[in-house]
């Protein structure tokens, strides 16, 4: 099961594909990573995907990453009286924690922690940001606001509040015991829904001790205010567009994406370009010329992985969109202008041992024509530090440990394989000839590229450079 590529496929698992032909296929279409999304499904229908998952590993022996994402709170208005009401622009409209059902001038919203956060002037967005509310007066307990978007509004329908953060946990009690449930199941990385401050992604790496990776997902502006901070205290980061683009104005996302996607590749972490990339694919078997062109940006800019939410788990064409998505990948990595891009892209090293082989690396197989370079990690660290240069190669990741080899499954440019480990030079020199050859990334006559860390077995010490020449 050798792709073709390194920029790598998330799919979301639904109804549309939740049997074993329905994961077999989109994991033969291409897709690496499957994401287990806990704000629809029950306990039980996720765990019977992860037991399917784990099957197809078995059955192809490449280990494939699941990804369990946390609902996260969810901010809503409550119901009304006689159904769905007008709301019109320039009229005034109250919110408040009364529970009665509400009226085309009122509406329950039980959420004290909004009305603690608001001030005069703030907005409200309603309905995925259909409706905009501006507060003119609030308490502890109610906000008067002046309808500035008018438009129909329903029961349950959600509420954000851009610039404001509010005094909430990223983690709700539900998110609490899907975690220790997946954490049980033995899933690989966790998203964290509804970071807002660097404190929301040190909570649940408390909670997770290690168990699994935390990949925050940056779908509040106030996070942005916080970036640098957040990357340093996550595995990886998932840019949720659909989110980002409710509580800023549409025209800011494009480059807010390219700066979180710089940022991530600077520090070595894994970046997952999120939402609506194929979503006309939910419902046609062929996406749009400008969603095509949307995930082509993404891979351009050098994200880690791409990622299909509606498109695999409830349209109407889930092998395809991950099939289409495969293509735009292999077409733009293809592109001799790519690797131009990629290269001007490049940040710069840090001052550090493993950095400097990491950077020989790249050079090396520029150079050498390298077709192949062999790491061995056993926490990921020696993967990650080299996938973060971007060589043209692939880098062909061995490790002793099944998490490690799954969590890699997500970074950029990383074939996956779980091994045992090694003890001495001449072994890890025999192990990465015949692991390259056998997984058809080199044969007699080309060079392959080792990195690994010496004493063997130790975390973080990248330190030692190989090249070999593979013999017939």
């Known amino acids: 099961m050798r792709r073709e590529r390194h920029v790598k496929i998330l799919a979301t698992l639904g109804p549309s594909s939740s049997d074993l032909p329905s994961i077999q296929a989109l994991f033969e279409a291409g897709a690496d990573v499957f994401r287990l999304n806990f704000s629809h499904g029950t306990q039980q229908q996720h765990k019977e995907r992860v037991e399917l998952i784990r099957r197809i590993e078995q059955e192809h022996g490449r280990p494939i990453a699941i990804l369990l994402d946390l609902q996260g709170p969810k901010l809503r208005v409550g119901s009304f009286a006689n159904g769905p009401v007008m709301l019109e622009s320039g009229a005034g409209f109250r919110l408040d924690l009364d529970s009665t059902p509400g009226s085309s001038a009122r509406a329950p919203l039980p959420h004290p922690e909004i009305f603690a956060a608001l001030k ?38 959600g509420v954000n509040v851009p610039g404001v953060i509010l005094p909430l946990s990223a983690l709700t009690p539900k998110d609490r015991q899907d975690l220790d449930f997946g954490l049980e199941l033995g899933i690989d990385w966790l998203a964290l829904s509804f970071v807002q401050r660097p404190e929301d992604v040190a909570e649940v790496r408390n909670l997770a001790r290690g168990r699994a990776a935390i990949m925050s997902k940056l779908e509040k502006p106030a996070a942005l205010q916080c970036l640098e901070e957040i990357v340093a205290l996550s595995d990886g980061i998932m840019v949720a567009r659909g989110d980002l683009g409710v509580e800023l104005p549409a025209e800011q996302v494009p480059r807010i994406q390219k700066r979180i996607v710089r940022c991530c590749r600077s520090a070595g972490i894994p970046v997952v370009i999120a939402t609506q990339m194929l979503e006309s694919m939910i419902a046609a078997p062929i996406p749009t010329r400008a969603e095509a062109s949307d995930v082509a940006t993404a891979v351009y800019d050098g994200a880690d992985a791409v990622m299909l939410s509606a498109e695999s788990a409830s349209g109407r064409y889930p092998v395809e969109a991950v099939s289409m998505m495969n293509r735009i990948i292999i077409q733009v990595e293809g592109d001799p202008y790519y690797r131009t891009v990629i290269d001007a892209s490049h940040s710069e090293p840090q001052h550090t041992i493993a950095d400097a082989i990491s950077c020989a690396l790249r050079e090396t197989t520029r150079l050498l024509h390298v077709t192949a370079i062999v790491t061995f990690t056993r926490s990921g660290f020696t993967s990650l530090r080299a996938a973060r240069e971007r060589p043209a190669a692939t880098i062909v990741s061995l490790t002793p440990s099944a998490g490690t080899a799954r969590r890699l499954a997500l970074v950029w440019g990383v074939h996956s394989v779980q091994t045992e480990g090694i003890h001495d030079i001449t072994e890890m020199i025999a192990k990465a000839l015949a692991t390259a050859r056998s997984e058809q990334f080199a044969k007699p006559g080309d060079c392959i590229a080792i990195a690994a860390g010496l004493p063997f077995g130790s975390a973080r010490t990248t330190n030692l450079l190989h090249v070999v020449e593979v013999q017939a």
Do not use: H, Q, Y
Not at 132 to 157: I, M, Q, W
């Open 120 to 157: 005069p002037g703030a907005d409200l967005l309603l309905d995925d940001g259909k409706l905009r509310l501006r507060v003119e007066e609030c308490g502890p307990d109610f906000a008067r606001t002046c309808v500035v978007n008018g438009g129909p509004l329903s029961d349950r329908k």
